[in-house]
């Protein structure tokens, strides 16, 4: 069996088990355990926040509006979505689609470490605050790291962390939508391997400042009601 088959399989039986998982109350409340979909050997790895209702009724990740407008922002760059893995933060729907609290994302974390270590993605691209600050272990927020890629070891991989605006921010905040578009519009060359001049290169925790080349500007000021949702 080739190493993908078997990593494959891998990810099939820690999706048995997370689909059991009682590691936290979030338990309680689901109708289905969202463990995330794609090709379990993707180039590029996806990592939202949590599952919304849609997501928990299907099982399925990004089902809903906001999975509609990544669905569109893949197609922009001629990808579909069962060409890259999607996962969430949380792997459970937080009730009334709260956000993460940091004793759900501890113990939710094992298992996109698992996810990275065996799909061994060679870009991480977080959807928003909540997967960029796991991923990253940096308080910055998204405003400020969102076009910006930079190498981290993740789970003991090596990836290149990318992180862009959640796409329900451009459902509540329109001019979003462009900067998510050329946020996006990088990505297959960081898949190809392109790493732009000063990213930094010796691993996580860089305080390299991210070259102006790579620093998109931010071309709408999120209003209040978007802030207040934790979108930025
Ligand atoms: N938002 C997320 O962050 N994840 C989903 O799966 C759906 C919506």
Do not use: W
């Not at 891998?10 to 338990?27: D, I, K, M, N, W």
């Not at 060409?83 to 501890?106: H, S, T, W, Y």
């Not at 094992?110 to 909540?130: D, H, K, M, S, W």
């Not at 927020?141 to 992180?163: C, D, K, R």
Request: hydrophobic share 40%.
């Amino acid at each position: 069996m080739s190493d993908a088959a078997v990593r494959a399989q891998a990810l099939e039986r820690l999706a048995e088990h997370l689909r059991g998982c009682t590691r936290c109350p979030l338990s309680e409340g689901r109708t289905t355990v969202v463990v995330g979909a794609g090709d379990p050997d993707a180039d590029l790895l996806f990592v939202g926040e949590a599952p919304g209702a849609n997501e928990d009724r299907t099982g399925l990740p990004f089902v809903g509006q906001a999975g509609k407008l990544l669905d569109e922002l893949l197609a922009g760059i001629g990808m579909t979505r069962d060409q890259a893995f999607i996962a969430n933060v949380l792997k459970c729907r937080p009730p009334g689609n709260r956000d993460p609290r940091p004793d759900e994302i501890d113990a939710c974390r094992g298992y996109l470490e698992e996810q990275v270590a065996l799909i061994r993605p060679r870009v991480v691209c977080t959807l928003g605050n909540f997967a960029t600050k796991l991923l990253s272990g940096r308080p910055d927020g998204i405003s400020t790291v969102h076009g910006q890629p930079m190498p981290i070891a993740f789970a003991g991989v090596p990836v290149i962390l990318y992180p862009v605006y959640h796409p329900a921010a451009a459902l509540y905040t329109r001019a979003m939508l462009g900067t998510l578009q050329d946020d996006f519009a990088r990505l297959p060359a960081l898949m190809a391997g392109a790493y732009p001049d000063g990213a930094g290169s010796d691993g996580a925790g860089t305080d390299d400042a991210p070259s102006p080349s790579i620093a998109a500007p931010v071309q709408g000021e999120p209003d209040a009601a978007t802030r207040q949702l934790g979108l930025f």
